[in-house]
């Protein structure tokens, strides 16, 4: 039974770990990635389509992105979404392809960037805390049930905190990573 509770909880803060990546994975840093066009949502034939379903999107050169749509008419969609989103690309369309260059990051949206990152590593963070607390219950509810003795509780809630501690270092050290990839001129 306490096994089961320990497993269950590590399953879980793996997959807060894997979350925190694949949001970190959105953020902009200095070199082009199509990631960071996950989240836009472009106007199909009057239904919001995420834009990777709709389109390649390539990376040639460290600096520019190229957007090939699979129907040439959701160009005009596609550039229109882009210019929208909060990203500050200036996409640039020729009729086939849309170019979009991305220019050097300011200081001042580096900072902001790197910020973002703290907020959402403070989530993983938070989920990851959650998650030891919810197994922790598990297992105080256990014992008071008679399942498990209060040593074993004891020992399972340790390991809980062990995967916690190795978890939340995990998290810190993706954060350090990020920071500095942001930060890299």
Request: proline content about 4%; aromatic content about 4%.
């Amino acid at each position: 039974m306490t096994k089961e509770i320990v497993k269950d909880a590590a399953d879980h803060m793996d997959k807060s770990v894997t979350a925190l990546a694949h949001e970190f994975s959105t953020v902009r840093t200095g070199r082009a990635s199509g990631a960071i066009l996950e989240k836009i949502l472009v106007d199909y034939y009057g239904v919001a389509t995420p834009l990777l379903q709709i389109a390649t999107v390539t990376a040639p050169e460290p600096q520019m992105l190229v957007i090939q749509p699979y129907d040439k008419t959701a160009i005009k969609g596609i550039e229109k979404a882009i210019l929208a989103s909060d990203l500050g690309l200036n996409p640039a369309n020729d009729g086939q392809v849309i170019r979009v260059p991305f220019p050097p990051l300011t200081e001042e949206r580096r900072r902001e960037l790197v910020k973002l990152c703290k907020g959402y590593a403070e989530e993983a963070r938070v989920g990851v805390r959650n998650i030891r607390r919810d197994a922790n219950d598990k297992l105080k509810r256990s014992e008071r049930e008679g399942e498990i003795s209060q040593d074993d509780q004891h020992r399972a809630e340790a390991e809980i905190q062990k995967a916690t501690d190795a978890h939340v270092a995990q998290i810190d050290e993706s954060l350090t990573r990020k920071e500095a990839e942001i930060m890299e001129v």
